[in-house]
């Protein structure tokens, strides 16, 4: 298997694993992990503490958090494993904007501005990829991730998810986001819809 390129930022990592320890109980991270190969960027990886260890400002590499990843959604369907990621990003999310990373929203608080500023908001979570942030029409938003080196199937949806957070954070109602393509079908980036009423 080829190692994924880049790292991936802690802060949102930390919380949705503390969501996760908090939803599925402190024994199942550990089963699912139980023979895994070692996370050599995650030295600090302790499935006892809050956020399993992870550091909020940490960055670690994306194979690890792969197999992180791969380990949590291990014997549940597809179905399964986007619906728990949805709502464990949501929450995770929710959580980095009520803290240190409230001063980024505070920068992208309105879809124009998102356009205009999502390569910094992206580059505080990963250090790879560029993002295309369109408004389409005055409630739709197309967003866009290419050349994501550290791309995963769980991160594409949690990204996706996020942002049902982030432009409801701006004061916008009945935010539903869909996603549209992924690299994974073989389309050139991963594309989803944020919309609005």
């Excluded at 464990?88 to 879809?111: D, E, F, I, K, N």
């Excluded at 409801?168 to 594309?191: I, R």
Aim: glycine share 10%.
């Amino acid at each position: 298997m080829d190692l994924a390129e880049g790292r991936i930022k802690g802060a949102a990592l930390r919380e949705f694993l503390e969501w996760y320890r908090a939803t599925f109980g402190e024994g199942d991270l550990p089963h699912r992990l139980a023979g895994a190969p070692t996370l050599r960027s995650l030295p600090n990886l302790d499935l006892g503490l809050a956020g399993c260890g992870v550091l909020a400002s940490g960055w670690y590499d994306a194979d690890d958090i792969h197999l992180l990843l791969d380990a949590i959604g291990r014997d549940r369907t597809e179905t399964e494993v986007r619906k728990l990621v949805t709502v464990g990003s949501q929450a995770a999310v929710t959580r980095t904007l009520t803290g240190l990373h409230r001063t980024v929203m505070r920068v992208v608080g309105s879809p124009k501005l998102h356009a205009r500023f999502a390569q910094r908001l992206w580059s505080t979570y990963y250090d790879t990829g560029r993002v295309e942030s369109v408004c389409v029409n005055e409630h739709t938003q197309s967003i866009t991730y290419t050349d994501w080196t550290s791309h995963h199937p769980v991160l594409c949806t949690m990204t996706t998810a996020s942002d049902s957070v982030i432009f409801a954070l701006m004061g916008l109602s009945g935010v539903t986001v869909s996603q549209v393509s992924c690299v994974l079908d073989g389309a050139p980036g991963c594309t989803h819809l944020v919309e609005w009423q």
